[in-house]
């Protein structure tokens, strides 16, 4: 499914206009990267959790060489589905 997907399903189910559906998707999208920028958690009620995590630095091996090289720190973005997702996947 893609952003062009979401619009238009917002679009045939709640009767907004296409310009609308694509502004309460984009609304939607940018608050969630803010949020996620400023390093606060999302929850979402039957649908899961998305947190950004803080790697440290780490030395890892270049497969190529086999030389030793240093991995910098980074945040990266986890997603934890909730027990309805999982159990909406799987019983589907």
Same mark, same amino acid.
């Given at each position: 499914?893609?952003?062009?997907?979401?619009?238009?399903?917002?679009?045939?189910?709640?009767?907004? =206009?296409?310009?609308? =559906?694509?502004?309460?998707?984009? @609304?939607v999208?940018?608050?969630?990267? @803010?949020?996620?920028?400023?390093?606060?958690?999302?929850?979402?009620?039957?649908?899961?959790?998305?947190?950004?995590?803080?790697?440290? @630095?780490?030395?890892? /091996?270049?497969?190529?060489?086999?030389?030793?090289?240093?991995? =910098? *720190? /980074?945040?990266?973005?986890?997603?934890?589905? *909730?027990?309805?997702?999982?159990? =909406?996947?799987?019983?589907g």
């Amino acid at each position: 499914m893609t952003k062009a997907d979401l619009v238009e399903n917002i679009y045939q189910k709640t009767g907004f =206009s296409k310009k609308d =559906s694509a502004d309460i998707v984009e @609304t939607v999208f940018d608050l969630i990267k @803010t949020t996620l920028e400023e390093g606060e958690k999302i929850k979402i009620a039957g649908f899961g959790n998305f947190v950004v995590k803080e790697k440290a @630095t780490r030395r890892g /091996r270049n497969p190529q060489t086999g030389d030793e090289i240093k991995i =910098s *720190s /980074r945040r990266i973005l986890t997603f934890k589905p *909730s027990q309805v997702l999982k159990n =909406s996947i799987n019983d589907g």
